[in-house]
């Protein structure tokens, strides 16, 4: 199955070249795969050089989600760190799906210097 990069996915959600949307449409129309790396890279495009607010944002990981040509990858994983995105933007989508990865891994809890991050169940507050 062919894959997208960053920019291909932000194409189908910016919209806002033509041309480039069209190509990126006839690319994903067979099927395509999105890493969880582009995934969250297209999310941080969305957020600081589009100014998309998290609403908006949880609404286009759900798209991505649902589509019919994109397989994301883990898509349970993406689910359940989007759940957590939505009860908690302030942990930022990267980090709920980092605690997701771990957890479905069987690795945890997931120890980190964030305060906000380790107050979430499953990942523990390292202190100094």
Not at 15 to 35: I, K, M
Not at 48 to 77: C, F, G, T, W
Not at 104 to 124: V, Y
């Amino acid at each position: 199955m062919r894959a997208v990069d960053t920019n291909v996915l932000v194409r189908l959600l910016a919209r806002d070249d033509e041309e480039q949307a069209a190509a990126a449409e006839a690319f994903v129309a067979p099927g395509a795969w999105v890493s969880h790396v582009v995934l969250v890279e297209t999310l941080w495009v969305l957020e600081s050089v589009y100014e998309v607010d998290v609403p908006a944002r949880a609404k286009a990981v759900e798209m991505l989600l649902n589509h019919r040509e994109l397989i994301v990858q883990d898509p349970d994983v993406v689910e359940r760190a989007l759940g957590h995105f939505r009860k908690r933007p302030s942990l930022g989508f990267s980090d709920c799906l980092v605690l997701e990865s771990a957890r479905k891994a069987g690795h945890g809890p997931l120890g980190t210097f964030d305060r906000d991050l380790g107050s979430a169940e499953g990942a523990e507050f390292l202190t100094t």
